[in-house]
């Protein structure tokens, strides 16, 4: 039998990781336009964002520029899920068992400021690692959402890597395949320290 430690740890954790990778589900599905619009707004040059707008650069732009299509809006949407999706299960997780261990640690020091601090070292360490962890899923999903743009990295060949023919997940794992065979697996952890920088904080305040 299970010991009750055990049962307990994992009673906090599964809910939370439910709810957490539902939710975060839902609001990708929901807000994955906005994403879209967010990723090309950044990466293209002046040419670029005359089609469109400033609000969806080279989205509204012709067939060949990746976007024209109402469809066209929720490019990118299966690898920000295969991105989102790990990642707020892994925090949770993360987070649970961090934030449970620590109150181990003040149990006799219950006070609101010893239930803050647990909960702010928590989410920073829950976040960092999540993020960390996710990175290769980040670069990808930022590399569809550019491709066959003008935003897209120069010398890189988007025909090969990211070919319109793939869909959903298979287009995720041929672009991840193609970078580690054309730019070596340490690309797809391209910016892995600033991500995580950017996450422990704002998962501690979560």
Known sequence: ????SSSSSSSGWLPALVAGVSARGLAVLTT???ELARTRAQASGPDMSKRGGPWFPGIAGGSGHGGASFRGLWRG?????????PFSGIYWM???ELRERAGRVVQGEATMGGVALVNLCA???AGALAAAVTTPLDVVKTRIQV????AAPVGWDAAVACP???RGLGQVAQMMWG???????HRLFSGMVPRAMRAAPSCAIV
């Open 77 to 85: 949407t299966t690898a920000t899920l295969a991105r989102d999706v």
């Open 147 to 150: 491709a066959h743009t003008s």
């Open 32 to 34: 994955s336009p906005l």
């Open 1 to 4: 039998k299970d010991s009750p």
């Open 94 to 96: 993360a987070a649970e």
């Open 123 to 125: 989410g920073t360490g």
């Open 164 to 166: 319109r023919t793939k």
């Open 179 to 185: 970078i580690c065979k054309h730019e070596g697996p």
